[in-house]
């Protein structure tokens, strides 16, 4: 039987006085700990996150040797340059034209994947993750080896069709073309792996719904599948326009910035001159011109995340 | 094994009282059922018991001892959940364990308990398994020994056969009754399910927008309900209500219905509405089941009439009928082969011994 | 004589192609191995040829043969590098570096997460959404200010801290901690609150709740979380190009190109080589734990 002799649980006893603040002082120490636990994660952000953030504002102010505030002067600096304006066109080129192509190969890559059978989507899947896996810098290197001005195993195909070496990194416009092209080769992966985890939870009902309304492939796509997948799809685009518009790695290795500062971003241009230049403001206020265009993509990602939040 | 007793308790959220001052005694070893349907407080009323929530007013006691601010841990219940929120990584003699285990149970004591429980619910085959490998039945059970495992002054169930399908339910509501029979420890059972807490109550606790409706055993509740709401909500299919009034007949009361229809009341029933103001507007309560088919003979109390049924519903071993006077649905069950058809006319009987009478505004039976 | 024409109702009214269902099917199957395959090229071009050139002494690469072949493949890249104390050095380092940011992270995303998921506290739907924002914050904004403020620092106290791997450890949680936590946020909430519960009816503390149900019970999530958090700090190049100068305290992805190109003479076998094996840990990781890498990125965003 159940009834084992045991020590019987002893409730503390109440007195009429026990007063209704313990129960109290117990939820302050729920909310205490939860503090604690948290604190570490808030210390970390604040100190070597926001506070950098805001001391780069500061640091921006200020001369070269960093002896004298100058205000707004280092701005006026970069507006009157050239490559200034240069690199603000290129990153959002860039940005721009690599996000819309990634998203793009990424969905249409998604659906071939979606198409076959269970089995084998996982070992395609594997195949296709793979460049997404390599760490960026390690996988420039060898496009930069593809793209060798001398060994390119590239040219060396193409010379079998009679096109002529092209210099891939010699020439200002094949240069964006090479930066673009790697971005899109690391990236697509990614947006891949996101839309088909959202295709497949479409339900098959509302294809099945829709063939029988007499819909084909392409408005099967444009009337059920991207209405379904509207919040992926803004998602994942805002978080990559952000992480491309910031991208370091990939033209720091392949280009430099080079030819003649024609595919420096805020990123490189910002090393090279805070950095190599040894002028920190000056490189604070470059990195600072990313601010505005993040914070505005920021602003829509929370809107969507909230609307969709309130839509769950 | 401890009594449970609840006074004037309260509970508000912002604005909003979920419960609004319960009283309720408890004994020991009783095993009490609060019933009610959405929203009228049962379970946030379990909860404080358990002490999941916070009581906002009153006092909440098991074993003599006020707990209100006591936390659950130490309260010495155990609880069984509607979802039964079993630990999915462990097994399930892990489960029923894991109190035992977090308590620094010897390990011998530990391992009798749980296959003592096992034995008693039959799930000894299923003890290494994890929970996903069960049916939701075996999960019940369970979760059932895992609470019975902790020998716990209070067993706190809430609405833990929600979730199963019909047959199963029945199987386990058995299962549960068996078990108090064998352990015999105070239970509280919170369901929406009326037959729920037919079958398995010593008193059902009746409760309506966080208030108590009526407390009673299942006859009590059955033959003597208090309220509109308990009357209409035990039973099944529920109590009819049709709109009356009383009115002087030779040396009796009449009951009428409609302009063309009146009973003769029985005599117990007339003396006891004796002093009720005749053409005040009234409702009878009366049971499908004291709606039947008209036999041979006349029985006291009893009285006949003609109608046309509207839907019959054969059950088998009766049928269920429904018909309209004067503009309500009235629902009777008559005997399978008493010629019931759809649309086709039938002599009914109506057991008056058994009516009810309720004050329409105030939901009072009187 | 009239001929009767029959109507026959049940017959469909447009004219359909039998079998086209599964023909249609057949097509649309065989277009997609097409470009799958033209995808899969395409993603293993660069990984493949890292190989190929791996294999290759510098006379044959020099010789300018056919690149995408391997005429006499040696191993003497692999020795050379293996033997190497430089490059067992950067090996190292990115070892230890991620090794111990893993930790970090998980020891600071994990109760955080549990508090923000569960314990409802003033302020946390905020720091949730706060948490989220800060991943937002890339480094290419921050390696500048972080630089200097080191470098402050450092002058202060006088503890060595520009040019030395442990500096690393304070910054690359920035990077993991921040998604780790979302992730981990997602994966407890949602546990069912029931479980709790049960939990505390059975006795358990906050501490208990946290070690012995959920931890268990979001071990993918935790999984996931980790093989995130070791990725990005063993593939991380901008922070230790920055704050990492001479070759004794490089981490992999700085010091293959920092010391493998010297000047304008670019030893390709070695450093296609070193690449190759600089690469080699996150590629096995995710040979074996895919699913989990993958749950990892869909987490953030669906989740999310």
């Known amino acids: 039987m159940v009834d084992v002799a045991i020590q019987p649980n002893s409730v503390a006893r109440a007195g009429g006085a026990r007063k209704r603040t313990s129960l ?26 926001l506070y950098p953030a805001f001391y780069s504002l500061y640091l921006a102010t200020l001369n070269k040797s960093m002896q004298r505030f100058v205000g707004l002067g280092n701005f006026e600096f970069l ?32 659906h071939f994947v979606h198409n076959i059978p269970a089995k084998g989507q996982r070992k395609w899947r594997g195949m296709l993750l793979v460049p997404w896996v390599i760490p960026p810098a390690m996988s420039t290197l060898a496009w930069l080896w593809l793209f060798d001005p001398s060994y390119s195993a590239f040219n060396y195909t193409l010379a079998f069709f009679g096109i002529g070496p092209i210099p891939w990194t010699g020439d200002a416009n094949w240069a964006r073309f090479t930066v673009i092209l790697v971005n899109i080769w690391y990236g697509a992966p990614f947006f891949m792996i996101m839309y088909l985890a959202s295709l497949k939870s479409v339900p098959d009902q509302l294809y099945e719904a829709a063939a029988i309304d007499g819909a084909n492939w392409w408005q099967r796509i444009w009337y059920v599948t991207l209405p379904m997948m509207r ?13 491309t518009f910031a991208n370091f790695d990939i033209v720091r290795i392949l280009t430099a910035g080079g030819p003649l500062d024609y595919t420096h971003i805020f990123a490189t241009w910002a090393f090279r001159v805070g950095i190599e230049g040894s002028d920190i403001p000056l490189g604070a206020s470059v990195s600072l011109f990313m601010v505005p265009i993040l914070a505005v993509a920021a602003i829509f990602i929370l809107r969507d995340v909230n609307k969709r939040g309130n839509e769950a | 094994m401890a009594d449970v007793t609840l006074r004037k308790v309260i509970k508000r959220y912002d604005e909003v009282e979920a419960v609004r001052g319960i009283d309720l005694d408890i004994a020991d070893h009783e095993f009490v059922v609060l019933v009610g349907p959405s929203g009228c407080g049962k379970s946030t009323t379990l909860r404080m018991i358990a002490g999941l929530e916070d009581i906002t007013g009153g006092d909440i006691m098991i074993g003599g001892d006020v707990v209100n601010d006591v936390p659950p ?45 096992a034995r008693m619910l039959d799930i000894t085959d299923l003890i290494d398994r994890k929970p996903k490998q069960l049916s939701g039945g075996q999960r019940q059970r369970v979760a059932m020994g895992r609470a019975i495992v902790r020998n716990p002054k209070v067993f706190l169930f809430d609405e833990p056969l929600s979730n199963l399908d019909a047959k199963l339910r029945v199987q386990m509501r058995i299962e549960i009754k068996k078990v108090h029979q064998k352990v015999r420890t105070t239970t509280v059972y919170v369901t929406h399910d009326q037959v729920e807490a037919m079958t398995l109550a010593d008193r059902v606790v009746v409760m309506n927008h966080g208030r108590i409706e009526q407390i009673g055993t299942p006859n009590d509740l059955y033959h003597n309900p208090a309220t509109r709401f308990v009357a209409g909500f035990i039973g099944s299919p529920a109590m009819n209500f049709l709109p009356c009034r009383l009115e002087e007949a030779g040396g009796g009361l009449n009951i009428r219905l409609t302009d063309r229809l009146a009973f003769p009341l029985p005599p117990a029933r007339a003396a006891r509405y004796r002093n009720v103001p005749r053409d005040e507007k009234l409702l009878l309560g009366i049971r499908p089941e004291h709606i039947t088919e008209a036999k041979q003979h006349k029985e006291s109390g009893v009285e006949t009439f003609d109608t046309v049924l509207d839907v019959t519903e054969p059950m088998g071993m009766e049928t269920l009928i429904y018909f309209m006077l004067d503009g309500v649905e009235v629902c009777g069950r008559v005997n399978p082969n008493a010629g019931a058809r759809d649309g086709g006319p039938l002599r009914l009987a109506v057991d008056l011994n058994n009516m009810h009478l309720l004050n329409e505004g105030t939901g009072v039976v009187l | 004589m009239t001929s009767t024409i029959v109507i026959d109702k049940a017959a469909p009214t447009r004219k359909v192609k039998y079998g086209s269902m599964s023909r249609d099917r057949t097509w649309a199957l065989r277009w997609s191995y097409f470009f799958l395959t033209l995808f899969a090229i395409f993603s293993l071009v660069p990984p493949i040829y890292m190989l190929i050139t791996s294999l290759k002494g510098s006379a044959e690469i020099s010789a300018a043969t056919n690149p995408w072949w391997v005429f006499h493949p040696t191993l003497s890249n692999y020795i050379e590098l293996l033997t190497s104390n430089q490059y067992l050095r950067f090996f190292l380092n990115s070892a230890m570096v991620s090794i111990f940011v893993v930790t970090i992270t998980m020891l600071i995303s994990v109760p955080a997460a549990f508090a923000l998921a569960r314990m409802r506290f003033w302020g946390s739907a905020t720091l949730a959404t706060g948490v989220f924002l800060t991943y937002l914050i890339p480094d290419s904004l921050l390696f500048i200010p972080l630089f200097k403020m080191f470098a402050v620092i450092g002058d202060w106290t006088g503890i060595q801290l520009i040019n030395r791997w442990y500096v690393l450890l304070f910054i690359y949680p920035t990077l993991t901690v921040p998604f780790c936590t979302w992730i981990m946020i997602g994966y407890f909430a949602s546990i069912p609150k029931e479980l709790d519960e049960a939990a505390i009816i059975d006795g358990a503390s906050w501490f208990q709740t946290l070690t012995r149900i959920f931890i268990p019970v979001a071990l993918p999530g935790l999984i996931a979380a980790t093989i995130f958090a070791f990725t990005v700090s063993w593939a991380q190049f901008l922070y230790p190009l920055v704050f990492t100068t001479s070759t004794d305290q490089q981490v992999l992805p700085v010091g293959i190109i920092t010391t493998l190109i010297k000047g304008d003479v670019f030893n390709w076998g070695q450093i296609m080589t070193g690449a190759l094996l600089g690469a080699a840990p996150p590629l096995i990781i995710y040979a074996f734990l895919m699913d989990y890498y993958i749950a990892g990125l869909t987490a953030g965003a669906t989740k999310g």
């Open chain 1, 24 to 49: 109290r002082t117990a939820l302050k120490r729920r909310s205490t700990a939860a503090f604690l636990m948290t604190l570490p994660l808030i210390l970390l952000i604040s100190v070597l996150v």
């Open chain 1, 79 to 110: 507006f009157k340059r050239d490559t200034f304006w240069l690199v603000v066109k290129q990153s959002c080129i860039f940005a721009i034209s690599a996000v819309v192509f990634k998203a793009l190969i990424g969905f249409i890559v998604a």
């Open chain 1, 231 to 243: 919040n992926i799809i803004a998602i994942t685009t805002l978080f990559s326009l952000i992480v």
């Open chain 2, 73 to 117: 841990k130490d309260r010495d219940i155990a609880m069984v959940f509607q979802n039964y929120a079993l630990y999915p990584h462990m097994t399930v003699a892990e489960n029923m364990s894991f109190g035992l285990r977090l308590k620094h149970y010897p390990k011998a004591e530990i391992k009798s308990r749980v296959t003592e429980a």
